[in-house]
């Protein structure tokens, strides 16, 4: 007996990053990772900043730092739009903590404003957010 398996496609606008059968996935959602497996009901959400995992065959596991953009689940079939995928791998540590740094002191900034403007407010949290996540997925 063939044992089911999903169809998983990760897009970025430069390629298809990665394109296969899974017996897993596992999104970093905009409010929590989400575990997709064979027969999910349909699903579409939105992406935040994190590690996206799909397990192969056997123990294989395969991941990448996403920030952002959407997932779209459906007859078996996975669909991951965002506009980055690194490999963790990849990552380059340095570069990450420099930017974290300099999120944290934009927030900090943003914080101490009497009056703050709570669009810009969001996009610097998010901003920071993004940063500490792509930091965790590069290991650190």
């Known amino acids: 007996m063939a044992t089911a398996t999903l169809h998983c496609s990760v897009i970025t606008p430069e390629a298809a990053v990665y394109e296969g059968p899974v017996e897993s ?5 905009h409010d929590g990772e989400i575990g997709i497996l064979v027969d999910r009901a349909p699903l579409m959400c939105k992406l935040g900043a994190g590690r996206l995992r799909v397990r192969t ?3 294989a ?22 506009q980055k995928a ?16 300099a999120a944290q002191a934009q927030l900090a900034a943003a914080r101490a ?8 407010y969001k996009r ?8 500490r996540a792509q930091l965790r997925a590069a290991g650190g």
């Open 25 to 29: 996935v596992v999104l970093p959602a």
């Open 124 to 131: 610097k949290a998010a901003a920071e957010a993004g940063a």
């Open 57 to 59: 065959a056997g123990p």
């Open 113 to 120: 404003l009497p009056a703050r403007d709570d669009a810009e």
């Open 86 to 101: 690194i490999r963790p791998d990849r990552i380059d540590r340095a570069a990450a903590q420099a930017q974290l740094a």
């Open 61 to 82: 596991e395969e991941a990448w730092f996403i920030d952002g953009g959407f997932a779209q689940v459906v007859d078996n079939r996975v669909v991951v739009l965002t």
